[in-house]
């Protein structure tokens, strides 16, 4: 049995749809467990490149079950939008399943999202507009629609007549916008739930029989650690949990049957959205981090804020998610620099902290201290062997795993396959 968690260590975009995809060859089934349409997974296979948002990245290798688990909110015109679009690149659906109890992104949630962001003003906290936050309370507060529901036409029906009122009352009342009408919405709704039938099953039930044979599981988190609802820089942060936590709680896999968990981390940091980001790069070596790395947002094209790699944020993630393994992701972004910075604690009213505090008015008087490491020159993406990189590079993986206590079992140079150093295999 081995079931493994690649989970985000940072803000997210750390590359683990990357790494998910490499380690997806060897897997039976990949599975999605939090987030919805605000993720964003760019992948490079030979030349083709492919963007995913809430199809787990397993799908690019035929045969695999792909699955969307419980914890997902579900956006079922984007899901359909990301299906024919893979269709018409030849990639075959027969492995998706859709879980039963994932709750739906409703066009009013999308709306809500945009109108709370603007109530906000400066205090906003940089959402992807993608209905997330609204999506989530609705759960939470036990007003949501679940697949279940989409597949009953009467439950259906029945259930937004009611949710659509309230929410009218707030959209009118409150922030003075357009209401919806229930009976579109349905109409829409219904169209979509012939569509989405045939993957719907009860995904918990087929990924521990799944693990009850034998088979190889991977769990793919979305955004990052810092970005969990809970243990992340709230209430800068998404709305679900990221963490490992929620890798159990979004498929019905319990805690006693997971295997190992990686943590995926950029060989800097970058951050999108506001709030406080300690290590962040304002000068000239940000900008050309940004540039060199690409760091634009898959969902929304905003340019990423850019800093030094954080240890204080790698090893918060290392205890919140009892990391086994780090994957080192993007540092060949990195060559061409004199030198090269890590953050290693924080200086507050003149005493140093190693751990994140939780409130967002001590972390944004962080100083950071950094440690200074000899750069290299050469471009590692084109280096076949890791034992071939210049000595400063190793210098800095050799640190990283130091500074978390934590063994680095992938380094990334690349977008492709190919560019992957393994150095523990994981399956
Ligand atoms: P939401 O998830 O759209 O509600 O956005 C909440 C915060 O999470 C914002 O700061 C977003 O920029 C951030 N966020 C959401 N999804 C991602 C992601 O996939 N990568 C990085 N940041 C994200």
């Given at each position: 049995?081995?079931?493994?968690?690649?989970?985000?260590?940072?803000?997210?975009?750390?590359?683990?749809?990357?790494?998910?995809?490499?380690?997806?060859?060897?897997?039976?089934?990949?599975?999605?467990y939090?987030?919805?349409?605000?993720?964003?997974?760019t992948?490079?296979?030979?030349?083709?490149i492919?963007?995913?948002?809430?199809?787990?990245?397993?799908?690019?290798?035929?045969?695999?079950?792909?699955?969307?688990?419980?914890?997902?909110?579900?956006?079922?015109?984007?899901?359909?939008?990301?299906?024919?679009?893979?269709?018409?690149?030849?990639?075959?659906?027969?492995?998706?399943?859709?879980?039963?109890?994932?709750?739906?992104?409703?066009?009013?949630?999308?709306?809500?999202?945009?109108?709370?962001?603007?109530?906000?003003?400066?205090?906003?906290?940089?959402?992807?507009l993608?209905?997330?936050?609204?999506?989530?309370?609705?759960?939470?507060s036990?007003?949501?629609?679940?697949?279940?529901?989409?597949?009953?036409?009467?439950?259906?029906?029945?259930?937004?007549?009611?949710?659509?009122?309230?929410?009218?009352?707030?959209?009118?009342?409150?922030?003075?916008?357009?209401p919806?009408?229930?009976g579109?919405?349905?109409?829409?709704?219904?169209?979509?739930?012939?569509?989405?039938?045939?993957?719907?099953?009860?995904?918990?039930?087929?990924?521990?029989?799944?693990?009850?044979?034998?088979?190889k599981?991977?769990?793919?988190?979305?955004?990052?650690?810092?970005?969990?609802?809970?243990?992340?820089?709230?209430?800068?942060?998404?709305?679900?949990?990221?963490?490992?936590?929620?890798?159990?709680?979004?498929?019905?896999?319990?805690?006693?049957r997971?295997?190992?968990?990686?943590?995926?981390?950029?060989?800097?940091?970058?951050?999108?959205?506001?709030?406080?980001?300690?290590?962040?790069l304002?000068?000239?070596?940000?900008?050309?981090?940004?540039?060199?790395?690409?760091?634009?947002?898959?969902?929304?094209?905003?340019?990423?804020?850019?800093?030094?790699?954080?240890?204080?944020?790698?090893?918060?993630?290392?205890?919140?998610?009892?990391?086994?393994?780090?994957?080192?992701?993007?540092?060949?972004?990195?060559?061409?620099?004199?030198?090269?910075?890590?953050c290693?604690?924080?200086?507050?009213?003149?005493?140093e902290?190693?751990?994140?505090?939780?409130?967002?008015?001590?972390?944004?008087?962080?100083?950071?201290?950094?440690?200074?490491?000899?750069?290299?020159?050469?471009?590692?993406?084109?280096?076949?062997?890791?034992?071939?990189?210049?000595?400063?590079?190793?210098?800095?993986?050799?640190?990283?795993?130091?500074?978390?206590?934590?063994?680095?079992?992938?380094?990334?140079?690349?977008?492709?396959?190919?560019?992957?150093?393994?150095?523990?295999?994981?399956?």
């Amino acid at each position: 049995m081995s079931t493994v968690v690649v989970l985000g260590s940072q803000w997210g975009d750390e590359g683990k749809g990357k790494i998910t995809d490499f380690l997806a060859a060897k897997a039976n089934v990949v599975v999605r467990y939090q987030g919805g349409t605000n993720a964003g997974h760019t992948l490079a296979v030979g030349q083709e490149i492919f963007k995913l948002h809430q199809i787990p990245s397993g799908i690019l290798y035929p045969g695999k079950v792909c699955v969307i688990g419980n914890g997902v909110v579900l956006d079922p015109a984007a899901l359909l939008t990301e299906i024919s679009a893979l269709k018409r690149r030849n990639i075959d659906l027969a492995g998706l399943r859709i879980s039963d109890r994932a709750h739906l992104v409703m066009p009013y949630h999308k709306k809500l999202d945009e109108l709370e962001e603007m109530r906000r003003g400066t205090g906003k906290i940089g959402t992807t507009l993608r209905g997330i936050g609204p999506a989530y309370m609705d759960k939470v507060s036990r007003n949501g629609v679940r697949i279940a529901d989409l597949l009953d036409e009467r439950e259906l029906q029945d259930k937004l007549t009611g949710l659509v009122e309230e929410k009218n009352l707030l959209l009118t009342r409150i922030y003075d916008a357009e209401p919806f009408a229930a009976g579109r919405i349905f109409e829409e709704f219904r169209r979509y739930a012939e569509e989405i039938r045939p993957h719907v099953t009860d995904t918990s039930l087929l990924l521990n029989g799944a693990i009850d044979r034998g088979e190889k599981i991977l769990l793919e988190g979305a955004q990052g650690t810092m970005l969990d609802l809970d243990h992340g820089t709230y209430p800068y942060v998404t709305s679900s949990s990221p963490a490992v936590g929620g890798a159990c709680t979004g498929t019905g896999i319990a805690p006693s049957r997971i295997n190992k968990v990686v943590g995926v981390v950029k060989a800097y940091t970058t951050r999108v959205g506001d709030g406080p980001f300690p290590s962040e790069l304002k000068d000239r070596i940000g900008d050309r981090i940004r540039e060199v790395g690409r760091e634009y947002g898959t969902t929304t094209g905003r340019p990423r804020r850019i800093g030094w790699l954080d240890a204080n944020v790698l090893r918060y993630a290392c205890r919140i998610n009892a990391l086994n393994f780090l994957a080192l992701t993007l540092l060949d972004v990195l060559g061409g620099l004199e030198t090269v910075k890590i953050c290693t604690a924080y200086r507050y009213h003149g005493q140093e902290i190693t751990h994140i505090p939780a409130s967002l008015r001590t972390l944004e008087q962080c100083e950071p201290v950094f440690e200074e490491l000899p750069g290299w020159q050469e471009d590692l993406s084109e280096i076949d062997s890791l034992a071939d990189f210049p000595s400063a590079a190793r210098r800095y993986i050799q640190r990283v795993a130091e500074l978390t206590g934590t063994p680095v079992a992938i380094v990334s140079v690349g977008p492709n396959r190919h560019q992957t150093k393994v150095l523990h295999e994981l399956f």
